[in-house]
């Protein structure tokens, strides 16, 4: 028996940039509710929401200052209670965004862990002591700096794999455990359908707290000189996948999930394809997880290092995401991703823009998964030609050019944001052509892309050819049809870098997908003839015998 999770296509609402009601710049709660018809004729089951909670915004969210409170500027409780009655009511669900590796350090439980050492709530977090007069050891943070801040006040140094505003919460500490539990019945007890699960791999670390890298060698963290720095590594051997960390979630299970007809999808931060199913099989953890070794397909050994797009090793990744993982998510992108058609497609033409923002909707969501759709990506919505630095509003991105900056590589560094930047993905949405793209009446938080004139909801709505019709029609035969719902998925020309190609079948339904992935016609020897076949759903006016650039077909055989 199928669970309404795997049955429906799922739409990422990151609520500042979504839609603003009251003309502050700000996106909000109201915003999204006005929106849900829009939601509804798309074709969406359920809505994953980025937090809504009280938070100083220095990760723009992902920094909870109280769990049970609404951000100020996003509404209140009320206007949270019509959203979640407003899907409910359109036969919709709602998955909450669930982060719970940190907190925020303006958080009453920090506030209190930080007063003193002696403080009842002290080991919430991770708190060392330092080593040689610098950090515990040499773990490296996400956001271009050390995993630890000195605290004056208690002469200790507390663990923040984030920002410095973002401390991490102590899992070991059983009353910290009981504590998030209560706060997820709470929510689950409003109605909520679900969680997505803000960097869960990393919730259990090793409790030595050990050097990473090679063998921790003392010397390393010695600073002979105040100009020498230490060298800080990336801890992921001590706090990707730590034992622990599957005991933690069952425990979730048993005290929030079990009984319900909710489900957590969590976000696979580090988690290879391989190891995704020891977060899932049994199903006593996680129902799903975002696995992204497709969004590091065009990264080195950092997301800020370019590499061309090799479209030959995305196949691989995807048909072994296909292969290996259990329940497996479908996505091009989410907040956190550049916009897809800018980094996957191809936007050099408003022809070609169009064309592959199709391809890449046929291409990825007619596999076998639940597909997640990142707001806007179903208008074609790209990347943003961000002019300098004060358009920036990602911590990310702000602390990685500042740390070039030292470094004398800021204009590599620069090059890296434009295309990979976080923030790409976090300009309003794109509702009509008025002021601010119909975002907002007031002066919007971050900019709007200037082409919201031709790239927006309203005139796609009314061109039978935009992207957001075709991605109307994808979602449509992947949730009305056995075949792209429940079918099997199976690849054909692997050895074609070219075209991902692959036929999805259940019983007697029976379709074949092809897609050519590059800017070439792609001729090789094709398991039908496109002018004989019976096409279902096309991105292009003719059929010719090869795929043009960023054609796409689905055929029924
Ligand atoms: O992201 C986790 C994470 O690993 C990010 O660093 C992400 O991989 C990276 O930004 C890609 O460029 C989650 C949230 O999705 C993100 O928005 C938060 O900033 C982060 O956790 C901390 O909560
Ligand atoms: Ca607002």
Known sequence: ????????????????????????????????????????????????????????????????????????????????????????????????????????????WFRQASSSRENPYRDYYIWRDGKNGRE??????????????YDERTQQWYLHLFSEKQPD??????????????????????????FRMDVIPLLAKNQEFPDAGPAGDETEMQVDSAEEAPQYVF?????????????????????????????????????????????LEDGRELDQLFQFDLMDVDGGASKWDLVPLDTGKLKRKLFEQQEKICRNTLFWSNHDQPRAVSRFGCTQTEELWKRSAKMLAAAMHLMKGTSYLFQGEELGMT????????ELRDIESINFLKEAKKAGTQDKAWESILVKGRDNAR???????????????????????????????????????????????????????????????????????RILAYVRACGEEKYLVMCNMTGETAKAE???????????????DDVQEWLRPYEAVVCRL
């Open 1 to 108: 028996m199928k669970k309404w999770w795997e049955e429906c296509v799922i739409y990422q609402v990151y609520p500042r940039s979504f839609c603003d009601s009251n003309g502050d710049g700000i996106g909000d709660i109201p915003g999204i509710t006005g929106k849900l018809d829009y939601l509804k004729a798309l074709g969406v089951g359920a809505v994953w929401l980025s937090p809504v909670y009280d938070s100083p915004n220095d990760d723009m969210g992902y920094d909870i200052r109280d769990y049970r409170k609404i951000m100020q500027e996003f509404g209140t409780m009320e206007d949270f209670k019509a959203l979640l009655a407003g899907l409910h009511e359109r036969g919709m669900k709602l998955i909450m965004d669930l982060v719970v590796n940190h907190s925020s350090d303006e958080h009453e």
């Open 136 to 149: 515990p050891n040499n773990w490296a943070g996400f956001f271009s700096t050390p995993a630890w801040k």
């Open 169 to 194: 919460l102590n899992w070991e500490n059983p009353k910290l455990r009981a504590e998030i539990y209560d706060m997820i019945n709470f929510w689950l007890d409003m109605g909520v359908d679900g």
């Open 235 to 279: 801890g992921g051997e001590h706090i990707v996948l730590q034992p622990r960390l599957h005991d933690y979630l069952r425990e979730m299970r048993e005290k929030c999930f079990d009984g319900r007809d909710c489900m957590c999808v969590g976000e696979g931060t580090c988690v290879s394809i391989g190891q995704a199913n020891s977060l």
């Open 383 to 390: 990347n943003f030609p961000f002019a300098d630095e004060t």
């Open 427 to 497: 300009t309003p949405m794109q509702w009509d052509e008025t002021k601010n793209a119909g975002f907002s009446a007031g002066t919007p938080w971050i900019a709007v892309n200037p082409n919201y004139t031709y790239i927006n909801a309203e005139i796609e709505q009314k061109d039978e050819d935009s992207v957001l019709n075709f991605y109307r029609k994808v979602i449509a035969l992947k949730t009305g049809n056995a075949a792209f719902s429940h079918g099997d998925c199976t690849e054909l020309l692997a050895d074609d870098a």
């Open 526 to 540: 094709y398991p039908v003839r496109l002018k004989e076949a019976e096409i279902v759903l096309h991105n292009m």
